[in-house]
């Protein structure tokens, strides 16, 4: 009885308060301590897999391997048979795009169940609801064997005590060289463990994306028709760059989405990546004076016309305007980049898509580059015999095959004839394979990001260049991999208050000494309790 009263105490504090749920009377549960929940362990030992080779390789620095095409060889990731024969695994995950069709009108899902060994029954949720079915499966208590866990700041119910009391510690399994025995998931760069370790122990799979993040996307065959210089040095420069390709009568604006074009002004002036860790000390980048400037700078650009009439009046709309040619620039994540002469390639005649880093601020400040999220998410995996957990983990190793083998091919294009037909050796989709593989495995576990795209493969090199040129300027957020209990529970409500202040100044409607206020109430309500957090947790793991 003791243990069930801790555990359901603990599920009403980690899950019941976020869910809205009435789990009472039970009052013995405690959130342990920030030291605690951030204590270190050890990583997993890096072993990039040179399995395929390529003019341009994956370095440590965080640059993406990039490929022409795909080789002529695909290679068998596992010579000697499905690599998890076993009973089915549950994985509940989310997804943005439409959901694929069922597991019996799919041929890509079989194909991948019967590659691996076993079945793998997926519940996939759209990504707006996945918080808040995330908080109810808990509170239920019938877990699935995996589930997807996004970051603290997006899931106040993804505590460090949840980890402890539902779900495995995977340190036994993947610490150090132990990692060998599941060599693909060993392929998967460092920083993007970071983020999985909680409570002294390695408690999740990364699920990887491109330490680059993405540019500024630029639309060079615009600029070329007005004879402009698409790298401006300074901001100076880049809002002289942004009125002479405006012209309003042509439907033709410089920008259009205020809230990243906030984040490139901040990126101008080195601004801090959410926090700026000094000797132990943080600093939000609400409470700096880049913020102030990055906010005059974005309404002096909104007085000068070079912003989307629309543009603090619409959302999800700046895509369409990129690829329609009424913006010329667009900031955004580096999968876009194919998407965008995906969608747009074929109706914006002449698309030449570039890219631009940050530029400086003035002579004397130098721009730099936010990192990006080692993680999109990490998976956890819910207690279980030790068999069952190397099953569940030699799975999870075939969901992360690397570009070049069978199982990504599998994973990415489907099966040859009914989900991708070649071009050369390069898989292109058919209708009824861009209908399946949505099926969300890259929500589970994946390999590293690969620049290839071949429709376009000429593409690729451009996109190797820029992620070479960002990783020189990165700029980190020191508190990825840490846990701030106060974060989690309350920087939700805040970027909301603070997003829609950020548009309001920006947009002229509400003054500058607005935001000088709402920092001094953010610090007084959690900021200075998320510094302290962070500090403690900063101390304890580094």
């Not at 001094?520 to 403690?536: N, T």
Request: proline share 10%.
């Amino acid at each position: 009885m003791k243990a069930q009263l801790k555990r359901r105490g603990f599920l009403a504090s980690a899950a019941g308060v976020g869910a809205g749920l009435a789990l009472t009377g039970c009052g013995d549960f405690k959130p342990r301590p920030a030291r605690l929940a951030n204590a270190k362990a050890q990583l997993p030992t890096y072993i990039p897999y040179r399995g395929v080779p390529t003019t341009m390789p994956a370095t440590k620095e965080g640059v993406s391997a990039g490929y022409r095409h795909f080789p002529h060889e695909v290679v068998k990731a596992f010579p000697d048979g499905p690599p998890a024969k076993g009973p089915a695994i549950t994985i509940m995950n989310l997804i943005f795009n439409p959901v694929p069709p069922p597991v019996g009108k799919n041929t890509m899902w079989q194909a991948l169940n019967k590659y691996i060994g076993c079945d793998l029954n997926f519940t996939i949720t759209p990504v707006p609801d996945y918080p808040q079915k995330f908080a109810v499966t808990l509170a239920g208590g019938d877990l699935p064997d995996a589930m997807l866990m996004l970051p603290p700041d997006q899931n106040s119910a993804a505590t460090p005590d949840m980890l402890d009391t539902l779900f495995e510690d995977l340190t036994p399994h993947l610490s150090g060289d132990n990692i060998r025995d599941y060599p693909y998931l060993a392929n998967i760069p460092t920083d993007s463990w970071r983020p999985c370790v909680r409570n002294g122990g390695i408690y999740a799979l990364p699920m990887p994306r491109p330490v680059s993040s993405g540019p500024t996307y630029v639309r060079l065959d615009l600029l070329r028709k007005k004879d402009l210089d698409p790298n401006p040095r300074t901001w100076r420069d880049f809002l002289k760059l942004c009125k002479d390709v405006t012209e309003p009568k042509a439907h033709q604006y410089a920008l259009g989405n205020p809230a990243t074009t906030w984040d490139l002004l901040m990126q101008m002036q080195g601004a801090p990546n959410w926090w700026r860790e000094e000797n132990g000390r943080f600093t939000h980048y609400y409470e700096t004076e880049e913020c102030r400037q990055a906010l005059a700078a974005g309404l002096q650009m909104k007085k000068a016309g070079v912003m989307h009439p629309d543009a603090f009046s619409t959302k999800d709309k700046f895509k369409d305007w990129f690829g329609n040619g009424h913006i010329v620039m667009h900031p955004d994540a580096p999968a876009a980049w194919n998407d965008l002469y995906t969608v747009y390639g074929p109706v914006a005649e002449g698309l030449d898509i570039g890219w631009m880093l940050p530029p400086n601020w003035d002579e004397s400040t130098s721009g730099g580059q936010w990192q990006g999220r080692a993680n999109y998410a990490t998976l956890i995996i819910k207690k279980a015999p030790k068999a069952r957990i190397k099953q569940i983990l030699r799975a999870m190793n075939a969901l992360a095959t690397p570009f070049g083998t069978d199982g990504y091919l599998l994973r990415k294009y489907g099966v040859h004839g009914p989900d991708h037909a070649l071009k050369g050796t390069d898989p292109m989709l058919t209708p009824k394979g861009t209908a399946e593989v949505t099926l969300p495995t890259m929500f589970t576990t994946d390999a590293p990001f690969t620049l290839y795209y071949p429709q376009k493969p000429e593409i690729v090199p451009t996109q190797y260049a820029f992620q070479k040129a960002a990783v020189e300027r990165l700029i980190p957020n020191p508190a990825e991999a840490l846990y701030s209990a106060t974060d989690s529970k309350m920087s939700k409500l805040f970027g909301i208050r603070f997003e829609s202040l950020r548009l309001g100044i920006m947009g002229g409607r509400n003054p500058l000494r607005d935001w000088d206020e709402a920092v001094r109430g953010w610090r007084r309500e959690a900021g200075d309790k998320m510094r302290a957090e962070y500090e403690l947790a900063w101390e304890n793991r580094y």
